[in-house]
Structure formats: structure tokens, C-alpha cells
């Protein structure tokens, strides 16, 4: 069982830690107090709006925008022609305003700011374009072929030139060892984040050039960067640029990057001189901001008789879209659970990402992983029937242990994924449901994922400035983001258990690039362990300065004072305690006085992924399984969720209210995913960009989730708790796939696993 | 001659230190981007309106609020029967909502918070109060009289209970040294700020019972310590109050306690649930915001035939109004010119601030010192004619000089009242313009002010947060408060200074209690000189930690390099050097990384006055000298003012535009107060309560200010600069009337100097 360790804890029991608090911000969300970048009013703002491309693929012959300047209301129209180029994206392949040519229908071809939304969406209309259109590829394997359309002719293949390849061990040498091998392809679609709160950004110019972007961005450092080019591009280099987070209404990974839609709001504020609005509709969201790459996997594994892995072997091409974000990075996560997912020492795994002229994607909740894990996980159980070996047997075998060091250099600390495998096997009642076919079955899959950052930057630090009034309040500025996954109230914990005060007295501030100090942004499940970490470690300078003076004060060695009920106690005498308030000002109302104020800057123990991509990229790593009991209507091909159970391991729950949140929400994504999302495109144009057409799981859905939580109390993580925001949704699509298996006979190898799709297995079963 | 000190200027050459740099919110504020209260808009937020007192005194009989709670969008009525009783004011002796009885007109009787600002205008109305009217007493001697009605019967006496009395040397010494003795008495009327933003605040509760108010306060840590006041009333002990100050449309001292009717706002609140917002309009900004307090004084003063001064004796009497604000504690502002305007041994001062049935007074710029400063400047020039000495040459003798200590202990560090004197003497062509009559003259008026805070409270201290990122851009977090005087931008050019940044790269916040560190407030002329050495010294931790690095990474020894044009040098190799921006990412990007983040609290080297009102209670004391041209219609009364010089010892002008600013500014406020402004009450009502019938100096009525700025360079002060946001108003007034008894033989000792008591002094002297 997992080795429970308590580091940090030295006043006896814990107050706040582990208790089930509801976010902070609650109240204020339904309440109609919070600010979302909607409902943000700047004086004399302007509202633009972007004339999106025709075609998938096509030159730009000509752009008239006379009419739509001639407009009333219209303060600026702007094109390709008219600006400098401004290029983003991970490898800077994406101009803001298209020139010569488009090659998606996303594609930025000019831009209005008007005084109004109205004006500006008419104006768009009365711009005239026109295009002479070009073959397009919509499949990346035929955008490998030679003679395929060139997406970017100066690039001289569709091939992004991205080093995706790993090697550990001999997989040829596995090869030999196996007894057993199966090969199979999977694939995976395109799906998107569906935040309710849809992409927009206000841009406003200062008197002395200085810029300010309101944005609900979950990277707000990152995008202060960004936006740099922008004002080289404007002849402002060298002037300063704030970034103000907004509330974020849902991120997911699609607010990891920035998009031409940013610079052309920034553009707009330059050239109108006026602050300008810009928020997507809902089918601009949908066909306009980018989502979850598509994936091609193939991949074999092979082991023992006795069931021992002895290899992985794992091809992919990711569909990339006609530009590189994000998304494009995801194969670095994907050899995660290729490298690390169970014991297995001899790996190849080789990615291609490669344009085609769909829209491109980004990260997306679990990046990547979710797509190899599904790969993985299903075959497991294909090997296992192959092996002759109970499917849950066969995992425990494998299973990685506290400890360990992965053949991808991973340092594997505390792992629960022994407890995890048990806990789901009891709740599941593996052993008495499974193997019974006749459309009832049961299906388990682990996973993997990082739980203690993950060093894709130079840094992947988090700061935090911390400081005590008078009355003993505490004010926390962090630059951790809050997306909605509750990391404010988390840190409010962490703060008010380290100090001895209650949450309501902290107050958790995140908004500002000037008011805060770095931080890498709010992905790879981050915000806990290393936001947690650094604010954990600030209250501890603060409380090592007030007991250090109320030692003094007191008459008491040091050590004997801890904090807390908003006191100071003396563990010698019981005789001895003060009001934490009272000493705060004692401090303060003094000669050479001052209040207490702390900061720090906390970056994890980890190591960038080397040349061969191996090193150990997280300070820690959280496991975890999900189980599913289904039943299938044999008729409709209807899948009924009977029982989801989710066993993580969290390190330690600091908040398990939030950690069910989290778990049960991963859950809802993850069913989306395995069930029924996908963003359909028909030549690259979004066919089902919209709630009605495009579906994800609503209340009447969702089967009620079983969590368990797993507590291995990390000797790293803050108070022992490891991240755990994307990997509730990693495991779903295979457990359900493993159930079906095991309902029907069936093997579904693509997402997403429709009604259709199980007919047609079925029928296929039935014909062979 | 001024010494000259620099000791803090190391690498040359001073680069922003003295350079004319337009204040930095300029461009908002024109621009129409500033956000006054008036301007915030919270959602779901209500209005507040408070229904005043009938009568100057009077017994309330009953409150029927039935009527306005019916009147559909009124949310709550409160009066002082529904509420916990919560008092507010210096002594407390001011309930928010009057029970039992009303004592000035300006008592708050009941209020209202509705969906809109008229409905709460209208439901005011629909109040029913009966009263039964009590006789009142409006002259503070008359109150003081046996018999006289008690406006607080508890307190057994209209004679407020504060130790204005302060002794030094022997007064009948004095007196019996003197050749020549004058005693006469001043009478100072009330005034009132005249802030161009009317007064007004928002309250708002969250879910777990904390509090945020949004106010233009100048003293947000003050306030949020008083408004824990209502806390406790309402059951609410232990919660936050946060308080957020928008930008502040005129302070002028009017904005240095809380009132009524932010309490009344909270209540609101408190009971709607919802945020209120209270704004009073230019009509109750008039005769609900507390002005200036009126002064009756008899002085004399002595000198020997050399015209050295031998004795101050001087009795006053404040109209203290129905309540006891900030005013009545002008008196020990008051004491310092009484105490250390010229060197004088031997002074008497008792004051009495009396009860009436009059409307209260608080702090307004000068704080007591104008009043003062009328009664000796005016007197002085009376007993240098009486001694048959040239006014300025008796000034001369008697000047206050660097190094000296006074009789209440001020210890007087830099000091160019001598350069003031002369530099006046000469660009008002003193000995060719004296003397003339005929409806010509001219007259001076030396002054003395605090310039390096005023220790009122247990702390005078002022906190800086300051950080920098990753591009060299400077974020500074004040506790001191701009409210149009300016401070935030010589913040900036302080700290651009010392880190060898352009000011543009300064951001200055001060705003939120939440987010700063505590600090006394905008008053006394602190803000710079207290701020600005926090900000220094803040400056000064991070640029010792940037070139510690700096040294390892350049191989240079830390004393050699300095920070100048966003660069390090060193001034031993000039082929040393490395751009700021590039030199902090290094900090950040390395092992065990960090942003350069520091924090400083700042309490000038001072001490409370003791229980005999002495020590030294401001760290630097400046000094000035006002001198006047007048032309005296002697039909009309009309006086013109042909030339007006200011000299100020100003320290160092770290900012000569904002320093003449400051002048031009404080001597409009001075015009006004000696030539025109006065509040006028009929027992207690305010008749001219509007910008018809209570004239301000406006552009035309305003002559060319010759601001002539000396600079002594302070020790103690940010880089040698000294305070002096108060004292150009101060000397106005006697440099005036001196100039009209040059120009025709008459003595003007009532202000304002009006036409009409030019014409009645000029009759009364024919008469005589």
C-alpha cells in the first residue's frame, strides 16, 4: 500500500487541508457578478469583428474594402496589405491577416472595428474578396503523397519538420522476447473544447504606447510574450505590455496559445486609438477556434507468456491543419503513457504532423495522452485475451511502482496505481461481472499523466507575493490561473492551513501580468503542485517571520510557537498565546515597523526533455484507472452506462469536493469523447458547428461517477497533493471500449464509439 | 546659501530626477478614461439617498417610512430605529442615523436604496418625520455661555474635552522684555473644498460576509479600520474589509475621515444584499461634505526696539460645528507656525473647539496653519511698523535658520526661508513698490509647513511592493495615495531613476487595501516625501540584488556597475555592459530562478507630540514667502492683483512642473479663501450652497502666479525633496491684507478681504 508521509505537517491534525470547501468563486458565478470578458465596458470602446476565408484553399486575387469604409460607424478596416505581418503560432507559420493566399476557412482575410457589433458585422459583409481557388488535401496521408497540394510551398512538404521519435531499448529485441504480439490501428477524431464562455479579447492603446489585453487567457505570461511581436510589428518595441485575465469561462487547453484573433483586436486599438472588443459567436467558435488533433495510430505490443510487456511499438500521424499551435506538440505527452504506461523497457515510437487544409488545432485536457492511452489500453486487452490472462491481472502484473525510474527517465515518486487497480476491481465487482457477455460487460484502463508540472519552458515556476494587514488578513497574489478547476480556493487552503487562519481571510488575487509575478500558465495539470508549492512556500517565510518575532515578544523559543484559529500558541505552556491580529500590529506599530510581506518563486526540480525526449519533465506523476460496467442494446447499438467507477491517485486531496469536481467533470469530457463527440468536416468546413448538431454530455447523459480517491501523500507535492486536472478524462474511451468487448465480442478501434458504429461491428461479427 | 547635498546621487548625472514630466494620468483623465466613482457601475447594484434633518436642532418624535417602502424599486428604508447603532467622527460622537434628536442640518434621518437614483429621490420624499424643533446656538461664544443649549447633553457642555494648550519659555518674560506689543484680534470664516467630484462610495458585500468599498477616500487604511466599526455592528467581527479607491475628483483634505453616509451606504448593503452606490450631489456636496473650521483669534506679540520678537500669545475659539470631525484637531497643526515661524522663545496657545448647532468641519488643506498663519503674518507686520522697522527686514531678523531647534522641539533640518525672503524681495521690487499708498502696495507673508510627514498616528509609515519582469518593466505597488496631486508620477520618476528605467517602464497602483501595504493617507503633505522614500528605498533592495548578479555574470566588482538607459555599466570597463531586460531574464531562467520582487515599509524618523504638544512630529519642514502687488479700487473695494511671487523651499523639485502645479494651485485655493469664498449659514442653513453664490477663483479671476523654487536638497527627503502639497495656500491671506495696509493705510483682520470690507474700513477710517 501507498507510504503516507506527512513532510509539512507539525501542529498536529490539518484544519483546511482535506476539507470539502466550495470554490470561492461560486457565489459570484450564480450570482451574475462575474466579469467575463463579455461583460467587460471600457470607455469609448470599439467592437471588431473578422471577415473569415471563403475557401479551404485558395488565392487571394483581390481585397475592396471601399464600401464597408464608407459604412457610418466604421472606425477601421484592415487586410493583409494594410498592416505589417504579424506571424504566430509554436513555429510562427500563421500570418494574422491573410496575403496572397488562404488555406483554411478559418482564415483571417480582413478585419473591422466599428462603434458598435452591429456595424461591424455588416461592415465585414460589404468586403469584397475576390479568390481564385485551389485544389485542397484534407487527409494527412494523402498530404504525405508526393504531388499533394503544398499547404505552405516555402516549407516544401506537408510534413511539419518536428522531432517526434523516441527510442528506449531494443524493439527488436522485445520483438524476439514476446510470445505473444498483436498490431492494431486506431483512430481518433477531431473534437473541440465547447467552453461555454467563447474566445474574445479587448485591446486598448496607452497615451505613452504602452498596451493592455483583457483576456481570458490561461497563459498570461506567455501571451504578454506573444503580443511582443505585435508591438515590434507597430514600431513599439521596447514599450510594455499587460495582460489582464478576465474570468475564464472553461479553458481546456484552448486558451494555451495565442491567436491571430488577439493581434487583430491589437491592431485595431493601434489604429483606431480607442480600446476595441472582439468576441467570437458561437459558430465562430466552433469553426475558429482550434480543438483536439485527429490521430492515426498504429501500434503493437507484444509480451510473455507469463504476461510481462516486452514491447511497444507505437507509428502516429496527427492531422495538423493548415497552421502549427499547441497542438502540434502533443506527441512530447503522448510518449508519456508509450514510455511509462506499465513496465515495459523496449519502446519506439515515431509522430508526423502534417498539414492539410482542415483548421488546426491546439492542446486540449489531457494533451495527447488520451489519444496514445486509448491505443494502449485497448490493445492491453487484446493482448491479454491473446495471453490467455484476466485483463486486470495482466495490469498488475505490469504495473509501475513507487519508486521507479521509466526507460523515458521519469522518476516515478509516489504511485497509487497498485491501490487504484484494487479499488476498481472491488468496486466494480470485476471478478462476478465480468466475462458474461450477452451485451452486459465490464472494462478497466489505467493511465498515466504528469502531477508535478512539466517543463515544456525554460521555466515552469509560479510566483507569489503574499502579505498580512493589521487584522490578520492575508492577500495572495499569485500567478497561478483559475480557469474554473478551483486552484484560488486550493491556495486559499494552503494558505490558511499554513498560517493557522480561516479561508475567508485569504484573499486570492490572479489577473495581471503587472501585478504578478511569472508563471508558465495554467496547463499540464499544474496549478495545484506548483501554484500550491510556491504559495505554501511564501506562508511559510511569513509565518517564519511572525513567530521569529513573537518568540521575542512572547518569551518562548521559536519552535514551541505554531499558528493557528488566528493565534499563536506556545506547545511548552498553555498559559502563553496571542491574538494573531494583535501580533501583526504589534510588528507594525513600531519603531522601524513594517507589515509582512513575503515572495516567492517556486520552480520545480525537473529537467527539460533531452535530444533522445527522455529526462524527468515532472517533479511528480499521479495514476490512476477507470472501470465501467455497460450495457448495449443490441438492436440500436445504444450504449448504457450502468456503473463508472474512477480510482486516482492525488497525492493527497486537498480539497476533495474539488477533487471529485475535477474527476467527474474529466469523466463527463471523457464520455464525450468516447461516445459522441466530433467535430465533423466536409473539404475542410466545419459541418456540425453548433450544440445542436455537435454533441456533448448533458445532465440527463451523465451516469452518476464512483470516485475514489487514492492518497500517496507526494514528499513533493504541496501538503503531499499532485495535480490532477486533465487525467480524469485520459481513461474513458478505453474502459468503455474494453467493456464493449467484453458486453458483445466487439473490438471498436474509433472514436467516437457511435451506436452506428457498434451495428455495424456487429454486423461485421455477424457476416464473418 | 542653501548647502547642497546629494548624498544619494552615486552614477552622475540625475536623468529623471528634475525633468518636467506631465503627470502621468493627464491622458486618462482628458480623455475621458478615468474612472471617478461616479463613473463605477457594479452589476446588480442599487442606489442609495439619505433624507436630512428639517431643523438645525430639534427632537425627532417619530420616522413613518411606510409610505417609501411601498413605492414600487425601493429595496430597504433604514433610520435609526431599524439599525444598530453605529458612530462615526473623531470622538465618536456622531450616530450615523439620528435617533431622539437632530443637531444640525445636515443630519442623516433615515435612507433608502432603490433600482434607480431617482426612485431613491423619490422615496426620500414620501418620509414622514415629525419634530419638535429645539432653540439652537450658532456662535461658539454664545455656546460656550452658561445656559446655553446642550447640543450632546451627555457631554455636560458645548466645550469639546481636547488638550489644545501648549506652553513654551516664559509668555510674561516675554511681555515684560518687549519694547513694542501689539494684540488684536482675526476672525477666518468657514469654507469648503469645492472638490469637483462630489463626494459618494460603493458597498458591497460578498458571500462569506466580507465587505469591499469603492471610495475616493485619501486615508483607505484609516477608512477600512473605521469601517470595521460597522462590522461589529452589524455581527460581522472578524471579516475583511476591503477598500478600493477609485480615482479621487479633489481631496483637499475633505476626503480624510469617513462619514455618515458611507456607514448608511453599508448598511444598505448590509440589508439589500446587493451593492449601493451613494453619490451626493453638487447641493449636498455643499452642505454635507465638512469644510474648513471658522477661527476666532486674539494674539499679541512683542518685540524688542532691535525688532527681535519676544513673546507669541495667542487664544482661539473653532466653531466645532454640531460634531466632532478631523477639524477639531487642527489646533495642533496650528501650534507649529504659533511655535516655529521665526525664533521666538516665549508662547501661549490655548484653543477651544466650541459645539453649535452649525454644520461640522474636518481637515482642509493647510489644516489650521492658514488661520494661523493670518493672525501672526498679519500682526508681525503691524508690530514691525509700531517697532519702526521695514517689515521684511523684521522678518529677516527673525528667520528661522537650518540646524535650529524650536521651542516645541521641531528639530529643523534644511531650511531656505532666507533665500525665500530675499528671492521675494526682489522679484516684487520691495524697496521701489513699498510704501507708495495710494491705493498701491505691496505685502509679504512668510510660512512654515511639515515636508516630511506629520506623526498624527502610531505609524506615519507608507508600504511599496516592487517588482520587476522579464522585459525590465517596473511594477510599483504604493499605499500612497494620488489624488490629483501628482505623487504617483514623481513615484515613477523616483524609481525610473534609481533602476535606470524610463518612466514609461514604471507602472505605479495604489488602490486597494487588499493589495498594497498599510499607509497613514494623503495628508500633510506626505506623499512624496514619505512615499517617495518608500519607493526609494524599495528601488534601492532591487538594485542591489540585480547588480549582486549582475557582478557574478559580468565579472566585474558589484560597486563598479550602475544602471543607467534600461543597461548595466560599469564604470571601470566601459566595454562592460548588458541590456537590464536581458540581464533579469537571466535571473528568472536558471536553476533555482526568481523575478526580482521586494518590499519596503517606510516610517520617517519621528515622534508623536508629548502631552506638552512637543517633539519632533515631521522628519523635514519646508518653508516659503509669498509677496503681492495689489491695486485697491478705493470706490469699489476692488482689489487687483498686480504681481504675485511664491518662493518655496521645496527641497529638490524632483518634478518642477508638478511643484509649480502644486503652487499655482495652493495659491488659487489661497486667492479664493482671502478674496471671496465663505460658506454663509442662517442659524445653521446654508444660503449660497451652489457655484453661483459661493464663488471659487475661476481662469479669469486668476493672475499669473511667479513660482520661484528653491531647492535645499534635504537630507532625509527622496532625493533632498521635502513636501509641499499644503503650504502654498498657506501665506496667501496676510500677504494680501499686508499688501492692501501698504496700498491705504487699512487693516483687513476678517476674511474674506471683500470689496465691501475694503469700503467699510476705508469709511471707518475717514470717520476716524
Redesign the interface.
Known sequence: MAKVLEPQIKDGQLLKIGQRVPK?D???KV???T?YIH?VK???MLYGKILWSKYAHAKIVSIDTTKAEKLPGVRAVITGYNTPEIRVGFIKDNPVLKKDKVRQYRDEVAAVAADTAEIAAEAVKLIDVVYEELPGVFDPEEAMQEGAPLIHEEKGSNVLKLPWKMLCGDVEEGRKKADFIVEENYTLPFVTHCCLGTSGCIAQF?????LTVYSPTQIRYLAQ?DF?DAMKALGLK?????VIQTAIGGGFGSKLDTYPFEFITILLAHYTGRPVKLVYTREEEFFASPGRQPVRAKISQGCTKEGKLTFRDVDMILDNGAYTSWGATTPSVMMMPISSLYQVENIRYVAKCVHTNNIYSTAMRGYGNPQATFAIESQIDTLAEKAGIDPWEFRMLNRNKPGEITPQRFEIGSCGMEECLVAVKEKLQWDEKRGKGNGRGVGISSLIHVGGGARIY??D?T?T?L?L???G?V?V?TSASDMGQGSDTVLAQIVAEELGVEI??V?V?MKD???E??DAGAHASRSTFVGGNSALYAARKAKEEILEFAAGMLKEPKESLYLRD?MVYSRNNAEVSMALDKLLRAI??R?????V???E?Y?PPTVMLDREMKGNFSAAYTYGVHGVEVEVDQETGHIKILKYVIAMDVGRALNPMAVEGQLEGGCAQGLGYSLMEELQLDKGKVLNGNFLDYKILTFPDMPNIESVIVETIDEKGPFGAKGIGEPPLVGSAPAIANAVWDALGIRIRDLPITPERIVAALEAKKGS
Do not use: C, M
Open positions: 470561492l461560486a457565489w459570484d450570482q451574475g457578478r466579469q461583460d471600457l470607455p469609448r496607452h497615451a505613452n504606447g504602452n510574450k511582443q521596447g514599450k510594455r505590455v499587460q525554460k521555466s515556476g510566483g507575493i502579505k494587514d493589521d487584522y488578513k492577500t497574489l475567508e481571510d484573499e488575487i501580468t503587472n501585478l509575478i511569472w488566528r507594525h506599530f519603531t522601524n515597523g513594517r507589515q510581506v513575503v515572495s518563486f520552480d
